[in-house]
C-alpha cells in the first residue's frame, strides 16, 4: 500500500518515528543492483565472481616497445609448411625474419637442419642451437 501522507506528519512528538532507535534511517541499507557493497552485503558475490575486483590492476605502459617474439619451433614450422620464402644472397637460403615483422628469436626447441637467419636480436640459447646444427646467424638493426 502506498503510504499517501509523509511519516513525519503523523509520528510528531517521537523521537525516531518509526526508525527505531539505533539508526534512525540514517544509514542507506542494501544498494541493489548498483556496484557497492561488494565487502559487505554482496561479499558471497565478490568470492565467488569477483576475484580482481580488489587489489591493484597495475600500469602498463603505452610508450613501451616490445619486439613481437618467434621460437625456433614455430619457425622450422614455419619453414616447412611453406608459410616463409627464403631470400637467394650468394648461393644461401637466408630468412629474413624482420621482414616478416618479427624482432626477436628465441630457443624454444632444437633444430635438426641447418639455417641461416637474419633477426634484430635472439637469444643466447637461439643462437647456440642454431650454431650446433651448423647454421648462422645475421644480427640486423
Same mark, same amino acid.
Given at each position: ?62 610508450? !613501451? ?7 625456433? %619451433? +614455430?619457425? *622450422?614450422?614455419?619453414?616447412? #609448411?611453406?608459410? &616463409? ?32 637467419? !637474419? ?7 637461439? %643462437? +647456440?642451437? *642454431?650454431?650446433?646444427?651448423? #647454421?648462422?646467424? &645475421?644480427?640486423?638493426?
Amino acid at each position: 500500500m502506498i503510504r499517501r501522507e509523509k511519516k513525519s506528519r503523523k509520528l510528531r512528538g517521537w523521537r525516531s518515528h518509526g526508525w527505531g532507535s539505533v539508526g534512525q534511517h540514517r544509514d542507506r541499507g542494501s544498494q541493489g543492483g548498483r556496484p557497492v557493497g561488494m565487502s559487505k552485503e554482496k561479499w558471497s558475490w565478490a568470492v565467488k565472481y569477483g576475484k580482481s575486483w580488489y587489489g591493484k590492476k597495475g600500469f602498463v605502459n603505452p610508450t !613501451r616497445a616490445s619486439p613481437k617474439v618467434i621460437t625456433l %619451433r +614455430q619457425l *622450422v614450422q614455419m619453414i616447412e #609448411g611453406s608459410r &616463409i620464402t627464403p631470400i637467394n644472397e650468394g648461393g644461401e637460403t637466408v630468412y629474413d625474419l624482420a621482414a616478416l615483422g618479427y624482432g626477436k628469436l628465441i630457443g624454444g626447441s632444437k633444430i635438426q637442419s641447418k639455417l641461416t637467419v !637474419r633477426v634484430p636480436s635472439l637469444s643466447e640459447r637461439a %643462437r +647456440q642451437r *642454431v650454431e650446433e646444427v651448423g #647454421g648462422k646467424v &645475421i644480427l640486423t638493426e
